[in-house]
Nanobody
């Protein structure tokens, strides 16, 4: 199983980035997919979730709601995160993760790697002028 994130980098405040997570080794369309981030010196924070198989349901942390959009392409086994209006506090390592069920309770998803079936290696997002 592999989850490989890409698309991170340096962006100015107010800018945009699109993260990708290419997956292999499991039936992508059958899994709920998630983004979790970890800012420097802070704990893991759940960011977003999208339902399986078609992504009819999407959930977001309050901190990113209205600015981020999660999506999935089952034909390409790839998860995306479009991030707009980026702020300095969005700087973090972003991880994608997969679980065969929903881990969203009360509108909030799980943040710890051990909660998930699969976990990626992360991609760094830096927001700075």
């Amino acid at each position: 199983v592999q989850l490989v994130e890409s698309g991170g980098g340096l962006v100015q405040p107010g800018g945009s980035l699109r993260l990708s997570c290419e997956t292999s080794g499991f039936t992508f369309s059958s899994y709920w997919m998630y983004w979790v981030r970890q800012a420097p010196g802070k704990g893991l924070e759940w960011v977003s979730a999208i339902s399986a198989p078609r992504g009819n349901y999407a959930y977001y942390a309050d901190s990113v709601k209205g600015r981020y959009t999660i999506s999935r392409d089952n034909a390409k086994n790839t998860l995306f995160l479009q991030m707009n209006s980026l702020k300095s506090e969005d700087a973090a390592v972003y991880y994608c993760a997969a679980h065969h069920n929903s881990l969203v309770k009360g509108g909030v998803g799980a943040a710890r790697p051990e909660s998930y079936d699969y976990w990626g290696q992360g991609t760094q997002v830096t927001v700075s002028s």
